[in-house]
């Protein structure tokens, strides 16, 4: 789905026709607050084709403070540097400028969505970790924090003022739980969520 957002009738009339031709669904909205206004599949693939110069950056801050990960592509007759630093830096798949031919766009689209489908792939992958975490006992999720900071079974004995034995019993559990095999998939984990959970420079 690629959902257009331009009050330029001639622009969305002839790229809303290209891209149905390339096999898309598109839908068109005259203004940035019309499209934030109505809800969307957040697991449909897709993107956002907008105007930078109707609220573009705005509805771009939106969809991150709503936990979107719809890419965004920007369209603008008037390219203005700054604006395009900032969209970028904020995470903006493309700036381009009108007019745009059709090959520009549409590999722009293809980019985007390609993205989208890498994003979604990554957020259920990280939905699914957070769901085995979840099942963790709270000393289990001790043992998950210290063995993944490289402590070894003594140490977190020392730590949480258990027996080694019983330190490896919470390990296996652990493993058994996060369905890994070694402690290599343990620290990768363990990264993948530290990661996911920092804010974006």
Do not use: W
């Not at 009738?9 to 026709?17: G, K, L, W």
């Not at 290209?18 to 934030?36: C, I, M």
């Not at 979840?134 to 900071?149: G, K, N």
Request: charged share 25%; glycine share 4%.
């Amino acid at each position: 789905m690629v959902y257009i957002v331009d009050d330029d009738v001639s622009f969305y009339t002839a790229a809303r026709q290209q891209l149905q031709l390339a096999g898309y669904e598109v839908q068109v909205y005259s203004s940035a607050a019309q499209f934030l206004d109505q809800e969307r599949d957040e697991n449909r693939l897709g993107c956002v084709l907008v105007d930078a110069s109707i609220s573009g950056p705005t509805l771009q801050a939106r969809l991150h403070e709503d936990g979107s990960v719809l890419p965004v592509v920007f369209v603008s007759v008037l390219v203005d540097t700054n604006i395009v630093v900032q969209t970028i830096k904020a995470g903006a798949e493309d700036f381009l400028a009108k007019p745009v031919t059709y090959d520009i766009l549409l590999a722009a689209i293809e980019r985007a969505v390609a993205r989208h489908d890498a994003l979604m792939q990554l957020r259920n992958r990280l939905n699914t970790l957070r769901a085995r975490i979840a099942t963790l006992t709270p000393r289990e999720r001790q043992v998950f924090d210290l063995v993944t900071r490289g402590k070894t079974n003594k140490l977190m004995g020392l730590e949480l003022g258990a027996t080694e034995r019983t330190i490896k019993a919470h390990r296996q559990r652990v493993m058994e739980k996060m369905q890994v095999l070694t402690l290599a998939e343990l620290v990768l984990i363990a990264e993948r969520l530290y990661h996911s959970t920092r804010e974006p420079d």
